[in-house]
């Protein structure tokens, strides 16, 4: 793991939305979510599961209803404390929301690009990330699917991770991934853009070049898209060095999308 340490631009005005042409690429997808109320379902689905699971204290869960339009031209992604005792007689857990193209918009290679502002409090992480099903595959390679992490944010800090999985997740699993420090990250709204072609990935923030990599071997298959909250009451992702404990956090808390934008090259 490397780490960074970056100067981060003034954060965009949010009446000044980036353009959707972007030179040398053609438009495909996107979601400016307009509105208030839920999201569309012909472009998102929401999951709704135990996410986090922790037996010796609360869980974190997936729940549809903390992911939805505010009305402001964002799609809204909350984490907050919920009375659990419906779902398993725990005296209190925690949920976040969730939306993912599956079976709805999948592609291989492109410019994907989600403009976001970042919560404020600590206890749990968002990030805007690509999935193939396929990662689950152990054959000493990423071409067959790679999980993508275009961004990773953590509530209480300026760090952010570029991050590739493969190889599934059990004891075949390899990664590679960037750590960095962008001082005013957590200010304003901020866009993440990955260009992946056959080569390689490569990540930026507000247009500067962040990272590169083909760690793995560049996945060659389709992949969907995910913006999601996390939080987990166990004890690595209490650590200071990730999301920090949640019990003393004031919820709820909220990650904003602006719009999610993809772009096939000419």
């Given amino acids: 793991m490397v780490l960074l340490i970056l100067a981060c631009d003034k954060p965009d005005d949010k009446k000044d939305d980036p353009p959707e042409f972007v030179d040398g690429w053609t438009l495909v997808w996107q979601d400016e979510f307009e509105g208030d109320g839920p999201v569309d379902s012909t472009k998102w689905e929401q999951p709704e599961y135990n996410r986090k699971n922790n037996d010796n204290g609360p869980d974190g869960w997936w729940l549809k209803e903390d992911s939805y339009l505010d009305g402001e031209g964002n ?60 990662v689950f595959n152990e054959d000493g390679s990423g071409q067959d699917g790679t999980e993508i992490d ?10 952010i991770f570029h991050a ?61 898209i995910k913006l999601t909250g996390e939080l987990s009451t166990t004890p690595g992702a209490i650590g200071d060095w990730w999301a920090n404990d949640p019990e003393f956090v004031y919820f709820p808390d909220y990650y904003l999308i602006d719009y999610v934008r993809v772009w096939i090259e000419d």
Avoid at 150 to 159: A, C, D, L, P, Y
Avoid at 216 to 223: C, D, H, M, T, Y
């Fill in 164 to 224: 590739l999985h493969w190889d599934g997740y059990g004891a075949a699993h390899r990664s590679e991934s960037i750590n960095m420090e962008l001082p005013g990250i957590r200010d304003g709204f901020h866009t993440f853009t990955l260009e992946w072609n056959s080569a390689e990935y490569i990540f930026f923030v507000d247009s500067v070049e962040t990272w590169r990599s083909s760690a793995g071997g560049v996945s060659q298959v389709p992949a969907y």
């Fill in 150 to 159: 275009i961004m990773e944010g953590f509530g209480w800090t300026n760090k």
């Fill in 75 to 134: 799609l809204a992604i909350r984490a907050r404390r919920i009375d659990n005792l419906n779902f398993d007689g725990d005296a209190y857990d925690y949920s976040t929301g969730a939306v993912r193209s599956i079976n709805r918009f999948e592609q291989t290679f492109g410019r994907f690009e989600a403009r976001v502002k970042l919560p404020s409090q600590a206890g749990w992480w968002v990030a805007f990330w690509l999935m193939s099903p396929t």
